[in-house]
């Protein structure tokens, strides 16, 4: 049996039409008060009585105080580049929904007021800042995937996700925040996932993990949990819920490395849905790690498949393990090595069948420099791949990133999930490999509906999922 073959995804609801003459109406469903003001307790964020002049002081704040984020502003000449290039204006032609249309609300707002806030005269493009102008910058905002795509193509280099990250923490600090996001970062805050997993859980899917491995590869496996060890093991907490063969990719390769090695059920998530909304909270979350991994005594930090979680640690938790003389890596850097150095060895054989194709996760490609130790695994695990017609740092974005994964956008990313199937199906692939959380999570309801339309069979998975398949134990 093909062991990495996805699970089946049940019964695809009703088939939501689509416009694309009009996307201004998907418009995530907001937070309520009470979870925002938990939000807000927790990074010291004050109350409002006025939102929409808080937030054109915090975005002010934000395009002075970040240089990227002015120059993105001030630099821009509308030559359209971004525009070929962005996966949300491609999917919707909705020219609001691109990086320059994004960038124009805020650009407007810019020519109506004065640094101090103070109303200008009617300039050309001056923006009123009233009920209905909020109300566009808060929905188109909010449908950017954060990809960086646009920073790929435009000859200027502005990077128009920074400006969304700005524009959404200023957003956050008058209480507007998405409630998916919202639910995301409180469960991860409170229980150290994002799904909001007990400890016991955790454990018991350890468990049974364990009883897989042994049963299909022969091998007893025996993580720690919560005890202290040279490593701590951070995968996203999906990873222990949805994408059991990924786990178990992790404990048989960890394993067959001898690596001592600790789960921590106090820090299980290595996702960080902070980066989405707003630092103070992504700060919060990869301050409990770095705190986690210190308390079970940790030299080395390593961390699973997740591209937004990847790039959160690699920038920011990183340089604070550092400081507490704790390295921080990714599996992929360590199965990379174990290779070279002959410590494990692979049957490819084991995962013929299927036509391969590679796509890179956004924040890998484009904020994690995680590019050529995926494809080095991958042509050590399967026979042959291909690399996607758009690769490397002009992947396209699964349709997911930026926290578009809550229900009320559904038909909105399987709209920007066309472009990479369709490329999928331009080589003549029907499996694609993501090895990234939030891309699986994607991929898992929008296959579905995408075979269907289109009439074929593309299945997906992670990485280590195929390494678990492989490997010789």
Not at 125 to 144: P, V, W
Not at 349 to 369: E, F, L
Request: hydrophobic share 35%; net charge neutral.
């Amino acid at each position: 049996m093909f062991r990495g073959q996805p699970r089946e995804v049940k019964t695809v609801p009703q088939e939501i039409e689509f416009k694309k003459e009009d996307t201004s109406n998907f418009e995530p469903l907001w937070a309520k008060e009470e979870l925002v003001s938990t939000l807000h307790s927790r990074v010291n964020n004050e109350k409002t009585s006025d939102p929409k002049e808080l937030f054109f002081k915090c975005m002010m704040d934000g395009v002075k105080n970040n240089r990227n984020v002015k120059l993105a502003i001030d630099l821009c000449v509308h030559c359209g580049a971004c525009l070929n290039a962005c996966p949300t204006y491609l999917s919707t032609e909705d020219i609001h929904n691109s990086p320059v249309g994004r960038a124009d609300l805020i650009r407007g707002l810019l020519k109506s007021r004065n640094l101090s806030g103070k109303l200008l005269g009617k300039a050309v493009g001056a923006i009123e800042l009233n009920d209905q102008s909020f109300r566009d910058i808060s929905t188109y905002y909010y449908q950017c995937l954060e990809c960086r795509r646009c920073g790929e193509i435009c000859p200027f280099g502005i990077d128009q996700a920074d400006v969304t990250r700005t524009i959404r923490s200023a957003l956050y600090d008058t209480g507007k925040i998405s409630r998916y996001t919202a639910i995301i970062i409180d469960n991860a805050e409170r229980t150290g996932n994002n799904m909001a997993l007990p400890p016991p859980a955790l454990r018991s899917t350890i468990e049974f993990a364990q009883d897989e491995i042994k049963e299909e590869k022969g091998v007893d496996v025996t993580p720690k949990i919560d005890e202290p060890a040279y490593a701590m093991f951070v995968p996203p907490s999906a990873d222990f819920f949805s994408n059991m063969e990924t786990l178990k990719g992790y404990m048989l390769f960890l394993h067959s490395i001898g690596l001592d090695y600790t789960f921590a059920t106090e820090h299980a998530e290595l996702a960080n849905f902070g980066l989405f909304t707003d630092e103070k909270h992504l700060r919060a979350i990869g301050n409990h790690m770095v705190e986690v991994a210190t308390k079970l005594g940790a030299k080395i930090v390593v961390v699973g498949e997740c591209g937004h979680g990847w790039r959160a640690f690699k920038n920011y938790v990183i340089p604070e393990l550092s400081k507490r003389g704790i390295t921080g890596m990714h599996v992929f850097n360590l199965v990379q090595d174990a290779i070279k150095d002959g410590k494990i060895k692979f049957e490819p054989k084991k995962n013929d069948g299927p036509s391969y194709v590679y796509q890179d996760p956004c924040n890998y490609a484009r904020g994690g420099d995680m590019i050529d130790e995926p494809r080095f695994i991958l042509s050590n695990v399967v026979s042959k791949y291909q690399d996607s017609p758009h690769s490397r740092e002009r992947t396209w974005c699964c349709g997911g990133g930026g926290g578009l994964l809550s229900d009320e956008f559904l038909p909105l990313r399987t709209e920007y999930a066309k472009l990479w199937y369709e490329d999928t199906l331009s080589i003549g692939g029907d499996y694609v490999i993501r090895p990234c959380a939030i891309c699986k999570a994607q991929l898992s309801h929008t296959l579905p509906r995408l075979n269907k339309k289109y009439d074929h069979k593309v299945s997906s998975s992670g990485l280590m999922d195929l390494v678990y398949n492989a490997i010789i134990p």
